[in-house]
């Protein structure tokens, strides 16, 4: 019976908590757009991003990422992201690159130098839906002082079926949750 009640509750949780994990609350405009990095092979990040600034909504806009170790920098998920921003019409003086992390928390660190050097005092952190709350969380202990809000990035590519759907709720969902719970006994970075 209790093998029963856990792998029910281990199916149902990231269903239940799916909604919570999204964050979308991105002020009318802020200091910078940060597009963080992992995404997909498809540019949903770089592509909201740009949506962004076209609209004006921040003057600048930075790469984060980073790449597997022994590879060039060159080829790291923030210069992937820039290449395909500048290739479909981001203005280069308006881009920057906080390039060499691993992980969102090093991600906010890096960004975190660049708040600091430019004195920024609010940020729009770009990110993939089931993402956004740990990212928020993890930018607002590492920068503080710096107002963090989040815009969701949609996925470009369409479920076909509930089925594939749904298994991809579940997975993200299940992921970020464990992530975040690494992050917070790790790093400290609130879950809530």
């Known amino acids: 019976m209790i093998v029963l009640i856990l792998l029910i509750g281990i199916i149902l949780i990231p269903f239940l908590v799916a909604p919570w994990l999204v964050v979308d609350n991105a002020a009318d405009t802020a200091d910078a757009i940060v597009v963080l990095g992992g995404?997909?092979?498809?540019p949903n990040r770089t592509i909201h991003?740009?949506?962004?600034?076209?609209?004006?909504?921040?003057?600048v806009v930075v790469f984060a990422g980073g790449t597997v170790t022994g590879r060039l920098p060159e080829t790291s998920s923030a210069y992937?992201?820039?290449?395909q921003a500048l290739a479909r019409g981001l203005p280069p003086d308006?881009?920057?690159?906080?390039?060499?992390?691993?992980?969102?928390?090093?991600?906010?660190?890096?960004?975190?130098?660049l708040a600091v050097t430019r004195g920024w005092r609010s940020l729009v952190i770009v990110t993939d839906p089931y993402h956004t709350r740990r990212a928020i969380r993890t930018f607002r202990a590492i920068i503080p002082e710096v107002h963090v809000t989040a815009s969701?990035?949609?996925?470009?590519?369409?479920?076909?079926?509930?089925?594939r759907c749904r298994m991809r709720v579940w997975r993200y969902a299940a992921s970020e949750l464990v992530k975040m719970s690494f992050y917070r006994l790790y790093y400290g970075v609130p879950l809530l």
């Open 39 to 42: 995404e997909s092979p498809l």
């Open 49 to 59: 991003a740009l949506h962004l600034y076209e609209q004006q909504r921040a003057p």
């Open 80 to 83: 992937a992201s820039l290449r």
């Open 94 to 113: 308006v881009a920057l690159v906080a390039d060499g992390a691993q992980s969102t928390y090093d991600e906010a660190v890096l960004v975190r130098d």
């Open 152 to 163: 969701v990035a949609p996925f470009l590519d369409s479920c076909v079926d509930t089925w």
